[in-house]
């Protein structure tokens, strides 16, 4: 089936560790977005891409990295430098239609 | 820039009665307008999306929003609200040609028996 595959939907994260989120599309889309979601705060964009090679930071990009090395792929590291990680993570994919993945739920222990 | 505001976080409707979501919008561009729906933990499935070609735009599961230019509105309706309509709304924004989408902060429903 198409879709947007993110894993894991659960993740731990030590203090001073550096996490990966996948994300992964067979929808053929150019663009691809990472969201946070916070209780009461809507989605805010981290990190865009509209093409392989190319990404843009979004509004909330500080202590986050990605890249965009394969079409279907578009992996997010919540670094070390991210103070307040612990959010629902969403990944997102299209142009005039943006179609989201499940989720991951990130967890700072 | 273009930004959307729900007006009220939380609405609570009985089974069978009307559901109205408000969303007012602020852009500079005929914009494309977007209602999302979400399950606890889930991702957001779209509802319907607004892109000029009508002012009232029927989506999924019984949902319409009306577009008003004069009220920079995009409301959502549900004549006869159902048990399972109970999640997370959100409105977005994006502009012709910038296709990012700028949410709402949310609207929770919750639907009694």
């Known amino acids: 089936d198409g879709g947007i595959t993110q894993s894991p939907k659960y993740l731990f994260r030590k203090e001073g560790q550096n996490v990966t989120l996948s994300c992964e599309q067979n929808l053929n889309h150019d663009a691809m977005y990472w969201y946070r979601q916070d209780p009461g705060q809507g989605l805010r964009l981290i990190y865009y891409s509209q093409i392989v090679n190319d990404f843009q930071k979004g509004d909330i990009a500080e202590g986050y990295s990605v890249s965009r090395e394969k079409k279907e792929s578009f992996p997010l590291t919540v670094t070390s430098a991210q103070k307040n990680p612990t959010a629902f993570y969403l990944c997102?994919?299209?142009?005039?239609?943006?179609?989201f993945g499940e989720g991951s739920w990130l967890t700072v222990v | 820039a273009q930004s959307v505001t729900q007006l009220g976080s939380h609405v609570s409707v009985s089974e069978g009665a009307l559901v109205l979501l408000r969303c007012n919008y602020s852009?500079?561009?005929?914009?494309?307008l977007f209602w999302y729906v979400q399950y606890p933990n889930q991702g957001l499935q779209l509802l319907l999306k607004?892109?000029?070609?009508?002012?009232l735009v029927k989506g999924i599961n019984g949902f319409e929003a009306e577009f008003k230019k004069s009220e920079t509105s995009f409301h959502l309706t549900k004549p006869s609200a159902h048990m399972s309509d109970a999640a997370e709304y959100f409105c977005?924004?994006?502009?012709?040609?910038?296709?990012?989408?700028?949410f709402g902060a949310g609207t929770t429903v919750t639907v009694r028996a």
């Open positions: 852009s500079s561009v005929p914009p494309y």
């Open positions: 997102a994919s299209g142009i005039n239609t943006i179609y």
């Open positions: 607004y892109t000029s070609a009508a002012t």
């Open positions: 977005a924004v994006s502009g012709n040609n910038d296709y990012k989408l700028s």
